[in-house]
């Protein structure tokens, strides 16, 4: 009979301190989350050097970077391959390729050496029934404490939307600065969403607008935040 039983893939969860880690990077050692603690950073993995999504993918990320450092977060990259394969792959780059206008790109943020996949098999990166020697597209979200905050997973041939990372970045931030949620589809300047009344009192006085907020029913209210203010409170840490 054929074994069908895959190994099990362990990951941390949304809420949990991010599992520490020492690793060899392109820019020096690194102590995970150590060396970030007071920062967002965006952990992610791609499945190997010298491949064309996540050469597209490393010239967008780090075409953004400066954008996604003035929200206060860092970028640190992985994948199992070795340090001189991602050198001389972060020089190719530079070097050589050119992608939707992007070119001359130098990739600055650190990208892990995981040859012996601990960080990959701490994270969960490596799914067997997808692959069992290369990282899918996973993306960690982990804040200025070290708790993982946001995880995105995509398989091998889908390439990441980076738009998406940097909205869901800010809506984060936004969600922590002014203790409220964000509806489907939410850039800054849109309404935000308010939790659900507590009690009946409550519920009654937001139905009787009795409250600085819109609601269309007594748990569904919004309110809005400006733009600017949004921005002001979020990229500034």
């Known amino acids: ?81 070795g340090l001189y394969s991602h050198i001389a792959w972060l020089r190719t780059i530079n070097e050589k390729i ?14 892990i050496e995981d040859i012996t996949m601990e960080v990959a098999t701490k994270y969960g990166m490596i799914q067997p029934g997808e692959a069992t020697t290369k990282a899918v597209r996973a993306v960690f979200f982990i804040d200025p404490k070290g708790i993982v905050r946001t995880i995105i997973y995509y398989p091998l041939s889908l390439g990441r939307n980076f738009d998406e990372l940097y909205r869901a970045l800010i ?22 969403i308010i939790s659900p009344a507590g009690s009946c009192g409550t519920a009654k006085n937001r139905m009787e607008g009795k409250e600085d907020m819109q609601c269309q029913d007594w748990f569904f209210c919004t309110k809005k935040i400006d733009k600017d203010t949004v921005l002001k409170k979020v990229l500034k840490k």
């Open 171 to 192: 809506a984060l931030k936004t969600a922590d600065e002014f203790n409220i949620a964000t509806p489907a589809d939410w850039r800054p300047g849109d309404d935000v």
């Open 1 to 81: 009979m054929e074994n069908t039983e895959r190994t099990h893939v362990s990951m941390p969860r949304i809420g949990d301190k991010a599992p520490e880690f020492k690793a060899v990077t392109t820019q020096g050692d690194l102590n995970f989350p150590a060396d970030y603690e007071g920062s967002w950073v965006i952990l992610f993995s791609h499945p190997a050097d010298f491949t064309p999504v996540c050469t597209s993918e490393f010239i967008t990320f780090a075409s953004m970077e400066d954008k996604f450092s003035e929200a206060g977060c860092k970028l640190v990259g992985l994948s199992v391959d």
């Open 98 to 111: 050119e992608y939707k206008g992007m070119k001359n790109v130098e990739v600055k943020f650190p990208l």
